[in-house]
């Protein structure tokens, strides 16, 4: 369910700008917040996110003919209107209706021929984060099209669909926000792994409390954040192909995967020593680091193990700001915060250059926990708003669906 006030607000506003409600239908799709595994879905090595409470809830209903009509209770977003047609040109980088026409797009080319619908969508996912608003955004408009279509498709089809769906905007990701925002579950993780999709939910102990705590810095990834996540995905396939180039290092691993299951981490990274370059060397160092913590995360997980999972997102942050250099002062002082505070581990979420950071501590160390981020992160800062919007204390809920 959504709120009251929140579902009064969309009802006013679709009866405003379209008339009538009748047969009208709401679907909602949460954020993500990734516990481990960064930047390296788009490499094929698993991810571990959650998908939380806050999401994207659009009320809608279907049209006859090509057109779709777009409004948002937000003013800040303005009335978006297009067509589905086989080609569906993008509105200016950064539009927020092109999430729209990033899923009109995949499913036309899946599908062909589709009608359209007017729409109001609510967000309450703080943007640019790094808890994947944009794809929530995505993954309801799909799932409105499949339903006004009666397009039947398998859930792991869609996620991939949408992964490569959402590429439209203009960054190069990989498929964990789409495949979380449609599979996430109740008190569960997901273990995602890739080529094949598989999900592996994992329940969350009920006494471990996720803090997503924001740095403050926005990380828009329609502007210089996105060249810099691009950038990424090409300096991590160079420095898998420079290092299979020297032959005698398994020359049959075709992706990081492979080579992860053949060869020891620590061989890999003295290999890498000496055979790679900056920034090759750093990035591939994270990412033969990261894949592995992954799955002894989800170990820890299952084991009830809070120490080992708080080290393990240690691990992770550090890998981040050394070697994939994707943190930002704000992010590394937020961590460093919630571990001076108690939490057993803590990492940036999510794309990184800004967003937020994800602690993990004993549900009762939860009030010291915020209470100290208050005192000696946000207070010397001025945050527009509530402190409710930059700390959300993570709750694993279900996967995108339609609410009637
Ligand atoms: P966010 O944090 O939502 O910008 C991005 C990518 C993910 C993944 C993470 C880093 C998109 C839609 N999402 O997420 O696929 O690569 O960065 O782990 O591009």
Redesign the pocket.
Known sequence: MIAKVRHRKLKGVLQQEFGSLKETHLVRAPGRV?LIG?????NGLP?FPIAIQRDIAILFRARKGPRVRLRNVSEHFGAREFSLESVVSPYPKGDWGNYAKAAAQALMDRFGHLSGFDAVVSGNIPMAA???S??ALVVACSLILTRINEISIEPLELMDLLAKG?RYVG?Q?????QAVCLGGQRNKALKIDFSPLRLSPTPVPEHWQFVIAHSLVVAD?SGEAQEK?NARPVECREALTRFRSHSQFQPDSQTYSELIARVPVETLLSLADEVLEEPYRRRFRHLVSEGPRVEEARGAMLDGDLEKFGRLMNESHTSLRKDFEVSCPELDELVETCLAAGAAGARMT??GFG?CAVALCEASRTPFLVESLEKDFYRSRSIPSQLTEYLIMARPVEGASFIY
Do not use: C, F, Q, R
């Open positions: 990734n960064e930047h390296t879905d788009y991810v790094g808890l994947s944009s794809s959402e960054t990701g990989g498929g964990m926000d990834k996540y999510g794309a967003g």
